[in-house]
């Protein structure tokens, strides 16, 4: 089995539960960022406080909305880039030893390279999975509000369903999201807000590039601290993440609420503040209506979630990497990745 591929899975499998853990923190901040509110407005929901909100009104099967095209996109998003992530990877580190045999560089993949691989990485993965993220934005902006509560009450500007003397509405399905999305744009519809996601792609770049920094000089300390030993803990590796992931967030987070604007549910009303009809036509408008704020809002709650999902994700794929190597070693079965001479 290639390193690719062990990468692939393990980064798929730590995706998913780390989804799982930080999903309702998700489903909060995809509606903080989508919220169209005028530069005054009345006091802002802390994330508990809207956490409590929608389950009051909506349940509390509504911080899962979207939970099952959310795994699969996560799955196939950790998945491809990952395996893209490690076949860059490998080429970049063995251009880096062949210019070590030329006389130039020490053989390591510096920190400029590190930044390419993974944003070709991101690249790849951002075409190919940015329907299923899209059918996400729309399943986790819709609120489905009861008789008894105004849709007024909650402050999404996702089309609500309201139930009238007693019948349920028809449930918001991923079938659903699917046609509505079809029959807005077409095929194109689905890559909406593929501009600025390729953008995001420097946060991973970003995180990786601060996550594997971190992770080279505390091998080396650790090295040279003890004899040889560069082994990391589990911890260590989750702290890691989560201050790679802290960085990266902060500098790229006002992309991260363009892109969803765009991909959430365009409402076609008189007020401007609802539609957008590009990436720039979004940014103006979010600067003439809510200003430079506009572009932060539920950062808090995104700082949480991201950090938190990403320091799991770490932890959970270097374990799964590591026992998958064990079992390969025992089983007699050794790696594609070749070791430098």
């Given at each position: 089995?290639?390193?690719?591929?062990?990468?692939?899975?393990?980064?798929?499998?730590?995706?998913?539960?780390?989804?799982?853990?930080?999903?309702?923190?998700?489903?909060?901040?995809?509606?903080?960022?989508?919220?169209?509110?005028?530069?005054?407005?009345?006091?802002?929901?802390?994330?508990?406080?809207?956490?409590?909100?929608?389950?009051?009104?909506?349940?509390?099967?509504?911080?899962?909305?979207?939970?099952?095209?959310?795994?699969?996109?996560?799955?196939?998003?950790?998945?491809?880039?990952?395996?893209?992530?490690?076949?860059f990877r490998d080429?970049?580190?063995?251009?880096?030893?062949?210019?070590?045999?030329?006389?130039?560089?020490?053989?390591?993949?510096?920190?400029?390279?590190?930044?390419?691989?993974?944003?070709?990485?991101?690249?790849?993965?951002?075409?190919?999975?940015?329907?299923?993220?899209?059918?996400?934005?729309?399943?986790?902006?819709?609120?489905?509000?009861?008789?008894?509560c105004k849709s007024?009450?909650?402050?999404?500007?996702?089309?609500?369903?309201?139930?009238?003397?007693?019948?349920?509405?028809?449930?918001?399905?991923?079938?659903?999201?699917?046609?509505?999305?079809?029959?807005?744009?077409?095929?194109?519809?689905?890559?909406?807000?593929?501009?600025?996601?390729?953008?995001?792609?420097?946060?991973?770049?970003?995180?990786?590039?601060?996550?594997?920094?971190?992770?080279?000089?505390?091998?080396?300390?650790?090295?040279?601290?003890?004899?040889?030993?560069?082994?990391?803990?589990?911890?260590?590796?989750?702290?890691?993440?989560?201050?790679?992931?802290?960085?990266?967030?902060?500098?790229?987070?006002?992309?991260?609420?363009?892109?969803?604007?765009?991909?959430?549910?365009?409402?076609?009303?008189?007020?401007?503040?609802?539609?957008?009809?590009?990436?720039?036509?979004?940014?103006?408008?979010?600067?003439?209506?809510?200003?430079?704020?506009?572009?932060?809002?539920?950062?808090?709650?995104?700082?949480?979630?991201?950090?938190?999902?990403?320091?799991?994700?770490?932890?959970?794929?270097?374990?799964?990497?590591?026992?998958?190597?064990?079992?390969?070693?025992?089983?007699?079965?050794?790696?594609?990745?070749?070791?430098?001479?």
């Open positions: 089995m290639s390193d690719a591929l062990i990468n692939g899975l393990a980064g798929a499998g730590g995706g998913i539960i780390a989804q799982l853990i930080t999903y309702p923190l998700q489903t909060v901040n995809t509606r903080q960022q989508t919220e169209r509110d005028p530069k005054k407005e009345k006091r802002k929901l802390g994330t508990i406080e809207r956490m409590c909100q929608v389950v009051k009104h909506e349940g509390w099967e509504r911080l899962y909305g979207g939970l099952t095209p959310s795994l699969v996109g996560t799955a196939a998003s950790q998945g491809v880039y990952y395996y893209f992530y490690q076949i080429k970049a580190e063995a251009i880096a030893l062949e210019r070590k045999r030329k006389g130039f560089g020490d053989g390591s993949v510096g920190m400029f390279a590190s930044l390419v691989v993974a944003a070709f990485a991101g690249s790849v993965n951002v075409l190919l999975t940015n329907p299923i993220w899209v059918i996400v934005t729309r399943m986790q902006t819709h609120t489905k509000v009861s008789k008894k007024s009450d909650l402050s999404s500007v996702a089309a609500n369903e309201t139930a009238i003397d007693g019948i349920e509405p028809p449930p918001y399905g991923t079938g659903h999201v699917i046609q509505e999305v079809y029959d807005e744009a077409g095929v194109w519809g689905f890559w909406k807000g593929v501009f600025p996601t390729l953008i995001m792609v420097s946060n991973p770049s970003i995180q990786f590039m601060l996550y594997e920094t971190m992770l080279k000089k505390l091998k080396k300390r650790r090295a040279s601290s003890k004899k040889g030993d560069n082994g990391v803990t589990a911890l260590e590796i989750f702290l890691l993440g989560a201050l790679a992931k802290l960085g990266a967030t902060v500098v790229t987070y006002p992309v991260l609420v363009v892109k969803a604007r765009l991909q959430a549910k365009q409402l076609k009303t008189e007020d401007k503040r609802h539609h957008y009809e590009g990436t720039l036509d979004a940014i103006l408008k979010m600067i003439h209506y809510e200003g430079f704020y506009g572009f932060y809002k539920g950062m808090s709650t995104k700082i949480v979630q991201s950090v938190l999902a990403a320091a799991v994700l770490f932890m959970v794929k270097e374990e799964l990497v590591r026992g998958a190597r064990l079992l390969l070693t025992k089983g007699g079965i050794s790696t594609a990745r070749s070791k430098p001479p």
